[in-house]
């Protein structure tokens, strides 16, 4: 057969099977139909360098996808041309000897769609890139030969090929049309250059996305940020307010800048993936993303801000990992000034961090220095995360937002609106914590032990893969401009100085709110967390193995038809699977029992499946409260359910980030009416009248372990209430309120409950105070004291109904302390201040 060859083509077989020893390339898209190729016009590939490897590569790969070949004849209409392909650096080195200018192939086709009106050519970009992938590199020799943005030579692509050509990624743009840009009339010269320039652009692109923008020294960095007018503005404030030289002040910007910005490198990217392979390898089972296509499909043209949630340092770690594997450039990430020690700062600094202070109190030059770098590093394309809660949340339920960073970010964007600035959200989950057992002991009261991410780590060679799979999904993507459409329409045409208006902490605040319910909107339902909404509602955390999976399916039918957002993901293990997972990790035990298995889960255990029972409780919050107010028995029209509902609902959307306003609550509170009544939790009597099933029956079992899985949040509530009314208005200070109800939860807990930590929890009374004040239900006298009237009396009187007889006297039996034992608490917390 090889003498039909010619001698070219014979050639082009020799290489490309050498060259397939061992080159392994990963294609994008994996379906070659999404680039909806019209196969009746001429197809012509654009590769950016001029190299031979990458044409023989992208050769081979469009034969295997069954695509038109760039070494093959193209032809259509008037259009007939040796080659399929050309490269737009020609004057780059490679092969054969480089040239400078235009690509002639380009022109010819251009000057023949002129001539031709029936005529289209279709121009596909291919990016290639080598050394994206390295999960199988051995040295950092290899590191170093990796695709940066320094040109490189025939030599250099050489040892690139050879050290690299198993981590190969091949990305087919989607075809530009020669037709469309002709039809402008701009005349052959000037189709030309914008081609060109349109192609220039998407390569930049796509290599942005791979390996992050062409961004110069550490240095120059500095010298750009020391040279910005606001900086020098803060330099010659801090020289006169601290009576300082000018000299001075400009050194401690220099170091500020120093201590702030990040020293980007690629090569550490790729010594630290290889690393995070291993540590995911021994760690977990797997780790399953959804919807990381939008990602790719966001990052052109826009400017990416993620905020994860965060509950656990594996979260710095993860998002960045991804990321990268997948093709996506790793984030800046902003990293507590902490984490700057030595050794570990220089290396996080390479791997894209960049550090911030606690506070920037009292140092109005480090506050603008810091400005302008983030400013700089969005201006520039580079995305950027960081954690809206703060810190990681000890409780599994999200923690109220931090808006410093939004501030400084959406200052940022108002300087410069050019690029659209855009915020992901990201829900991360996991089936079993590494911090756990810290994180239990925190809330029981103990000192705060010093963790970090390196500590954790130091002790993953004793640990393999006992922490099941981790879980990601990305939320629904917020548009900073629409935000600040909602709330200022006007906002393009003003100016912010020193005092910044009430629209723009409004437009922070939104924001902020919009991003938390955006993360609990994507939230993953893994098996450990069905098991923790169903164990943690039974009475000794023990259930009889059939109903556990009854149970289980209930919960998924809720979250699947519950309309709380089409980004929510549950597991499709069905409720056996489900339960076999839980007993894998050791988070449940199966007892015997000739007359049925009973599933169960130590107090210890219990203690931390409340977490993953928080990271998804707002899922099934507002179907809880409905089973709650018909548990006791009572008749309700659809109205008074309405009514009960929205009594308590803006404490809970306050805690649990929930995503409907109070006043248009009313269709969402229906669809669950609906919904527990197609389920046989409620019977339909007629008129809009709604009872429970008659007790002793499976239904009504189901409908009251429902019930339960929020009995803990409304117990607080109505303790919280209590004591209020107990005290009296005018009686207490927010700060003394909220160390009574935490030291009360306590003894509740003690006398009647598991004793889980996260029951008294003090950052979840400090919110509540907060959104009763918010709500109007209390107010402040001059002397700071809480003062309330009948309002707050009738939100009591309400979370009392809710609540089971029982609960309600256990709660009234534990605050109705006397007055000394008030008093001296109340005395203790003055003297300790907590």
Request: net charge positive.
């Amino acid at each position: 057969m090889l003498k039909f060859l010619g001698l070219e083509q014979l050639f082009s077989l020799l290489f490309r099977r050498l060259l397939y020893v061992w080159v392994r390339p990963k294609v994008l898209p994996l379906d070659p139909a999404s680039l909806e190729l019209d196969l009746s016009q001429p197809v012509c590939y654009v590769l950016h360098q001029r190299f031979l490897s990458n044409l023989l590569v992208l050769e081979t790969e469009t034969q295997r996808l069954g695509l038109p070949r760039p070494l093959s004849a193209m032809s259509g209409g008037s259009v007939f041309e040796k080659r399929s392909f050309f490269f737009l650096n020609r004057g780059e080195g490679g092969w054969p000897r480089p040239r400078p200018g235009y690509s002639p192939r380009l022109s010819r086709l251009i000057g023949k769609v002129e001539r031709d009106p029936a005529l289209d050519v279709q121009i596909v970009p291919v990016t290639i890139l080598w050394g994206r992938a390295p999960d199988k590199q051995d040295s950092i020799f290899k590191l170093l030969f990796a695709d940066g943005w320094a040109n490189t030579g025939r030599l250099s692509q050489f040892f690139t090929v050879l050290l690299h050509g198993r981590q190969a990624m091949i990305k087919f743009g989607r075809p530009v049309s020669v037709r469309e840009m002709v039809d402008e009339k701009l005349g052959p010269a000037r189709t030309l250059r914008k081609a060109g320039r349109l192609l220039r652009v998407h390569f930049r692109r796509q290599r942005e996305q791979a390996i992050g923008p062409d961004l110069s020294h550490r240095r120059t960095q500095v010298d750009l940020i020391l040279n910005a007018p606001d900086v020098r503005q803060a330099i010659l404030d801090e020289s006169a307010t601290k009576q300082i030289s000018l000299e001075r002040a400009q050194a401690n910007a220099h170091k500020f800048a120093m201590e702030i910005a990040a020293d980007y490198s690629h090569s550490t990217i790729r010594i630290f993936d290889r690393f995070l392979n291993w540590l995911w390898n021994r760690l977990y089972d797997g780790v399953e993303i959804s919807r990381l296509d939008e990602v790719a499909a966001l990052a052109h043209g826009h400017e990416i801000v993620y905020v994860p949630s965060h509950r656990s340092h594996i979260d710095y770690l993860l998002m960045s990992y991804l990321l990268y594997r997948n093709g996506l450039l790793p984030p800046h990430i902003a990293a507590g000034a902490n984490l700057n020690l030595p050794v570990v700062g220089p290396f996080l600094r390479r791997s894209g961090a960049f550090f911030l202070r606690r506070s920037f109190k009292g140092e109005p030059l480090y506050a603008a220095v810091f400005n302008e770098y983030l400013h700089m590093m969005i201006s520039r394309g580079f995305p950027i995360e960081y954690f809206i809660e703060g810190g990681r949340s000890r409780t599994g339920r999200l923690l109220p937002p931090k808006a410093g960073m939004l501030a400084m970010t959406t200052m940022s964007y108002l300087r410069d609106t050019r690029r659209p600035l855009l915020f992901l959200p990201v829900y991360i989950g996991y089936e079993k914590l590494m911090e756990g057992g810290s994180y239990v002991a925190e809330l029981s009261g103990r000192p705060k032990r010093k963790e970090s991410l390196f500590g954790l780590l130091a002790t993953v060679r004793q640990i393999k893969k006992t922490f099941g799979k981790v879980y990601v999904n990305f939320g629904e993507p917020i548009l900073l401009s629409n935000v600040l459409d909602s709330v200022h329409e006007n906002w393009r045409g003003e100016t912010i100085g020193e005092q910044r208006p009430k629209w723009f902490t409004d437009s922070v605040d939104t924001l902020a709110n919009r991003i938390v319910t955006h993360i609990n909107g994507a939230a993953v339902v893994n098996p450990i967390n069905l098991l923790a909404l169903v164990l943690l509602s039974t009475p000794k955390h023990s259930i009889d193995a059939s109903r556990l999976a009854q149970q289980i399916r209930l919960f998924q039918k809720l979250i699947d038809g519950g309309g709380y957002s089409q980004r929510v993901e549950r597991t499709a293990h069905a409720p056996d699977a489900v339960i076999a997972h839980g007993e894998a990790l050791r988070l449940i035990e199966r007892v015997k029992h000739p007359l049925g298995d009973v599933l169960r889960t130590s107090s210890d255990q219990a203690i931390l499946l409340a977490y993953f029972r928080n990271n998804v409780l707002h899922l099934v919050a507002l179907p809880a409260i409905v089973a709650c107010l018909f548990v006791s028995g009572e008749k309700l029209s659809q109205q008074e359910v309405i009514a009960g509902v929205r009594t308590i609902y803006p404490f809970l959307r306050s805690e649990l980030f929930l995503p409907w306003a109070t006043d248009g609550l009313e269709p969402t509170v229906l669809h669950v009416i609906d919904t527990l009544a197609e389920m046989g939790l409620l019977r339909h009597r007629g008129e809009g009248v709604y009872v429970a099933p008659p007790l002793l029956t499976p239904e009504y079992s189901q409908l009251d372990l429902l019930g339960q899985t929020l009995r803990h949040t409304l117990e607080r509530y109505f303790m919280a209430i209590s004591v209020l009314i107990q005290q009296g208005s005018s009686t207490l200070e927010p700060r003394k309120l909220e160390a009574l109800c935490h030291l009360l939860a306590q003894r509740l807990s003690l006398l009647f409950e598991s004793g889980s930590p996260d029951f008294f929890d003090k950052t979840v009374f400090r919110n509540f105070i907060d959104t009763l004040r918010e709500s109007g239900m209390v107010t402040l006298d001059e002397a700071g004291k809480i003062c309330f009237g009948e309002q707050l009396t009738h939100a009591g009187n309400q979370a009392q109904r809710i609540l089971p007889a029982e609960v309600r006297q256990a709660v009234l039996d534990t605050t109705g302390l006397d007055e000394a034992a008030v008093a001296a608490a109340l005395a203790e917390i003055d003297k300790t201040g907590r």
